[in-house]
């Protein structure tokens, strides 16, 4: 009986695994999609529109010390916002106009909510997008497609940013650097520990080349 059950589950996991990349496929050979709008895809882009809400806790750790840990709590349909940090909470309703007061917590929810669902952003901003090619990846050092993101030199919270990104034969980003404006700062991270929530892909792991950086989330939940 065990062996049945047991032969029963690897059959469930090859079938669920076989329509997966069948899906990863179709995206690739989709002629009317463009390169960005294919990694969007792949993440479960269409998905996102069925989800009430979102989870997630947001943590930095640098040589081996937690700096950050903010836990999140967004209602998509509502537009309501809560973070927790530190043992307290506070909430806002996402609008055109955001009090002073609020802006601190849109600002860490703008970052933190970038991490979490870059691949939509290709969709849902006004970004610029290069030409795909192929180019060696900062990390891994392997040979990948790699695609520059520009966002506007005006407005939002950090203008003139911008990624490259680096990602798979299946459009899922594996590493990227971003760019401060100006010519600024630069950090280069990993994307891994990708992990399904109701259609919805999520990187939970980003590591910087020596390890000593590390933004990863926990206790993620879609719904």
């Not at 882009?45 to 840990?69: A, G, H």
């Not at 911008?162 to 990993?190: L, N």
Request: glycine share 4%; charged share 30%; net charge negative.
């Amino acid at each position: 009986m065990k062996k049945l059950v047991l032969v029963a589950i690897m059959g469930v996991l090859m079938i669920s695994c076989n329509e997966k990349k069948k899906e990863q496929e179709k995206i690739a050979k989709d002629p009317n999609l463009e390169v960005h709008e294919k990694i969007a895809m792949a993440n479960g882009f269409e998905e996102f529109d069925s989800i009430n809400k979102v989870k997630f806790t947001f943590n930095v750790k640098m040589n081996d010390t937690v700096r950050s840990e903010r836990k999140w709590a967004w209602n998509l349909k509502s537009g309501k916002i809560s973070l927790t940090e530190k043992d307290s909470t506070m909430s806002y309703t996402r609008k055109d106009s955001l009090a002073k007061e609020k802006e601190y917590i849109d600002q860490r929810f703008v970052n933190d909510s970038y991490w979490l669902l870059f691949p939509y952003q290709l969709k849902w901003s006004d970004a610029k997008f290069s030409d795909a090619k192929t180019a060696k990846a900062p990390i891994s050092e392997d040979e990948m497609q790699m695609l520059t993101v520009s966002f506007p030199s005006e407005g939002g919270y950090t203008p003139g940013d911008s990624y490259d990104i680096y990602f798979d034969e299946d459009y899922m980003i594996q590493e990227w650097v971003y760019k401060a404006s100006g010519g600024g700062r630069e950090m280069a991270t990993t994307w891994e520990d990708y992990q399904d929530f109701n259609g919805v892909k999520i990187s939970k792991m980003h590591k910087s080349k020596d390890g000593n950086f590390e933004l990863f989330f926990t206790d993620v939940s879609v719904e």
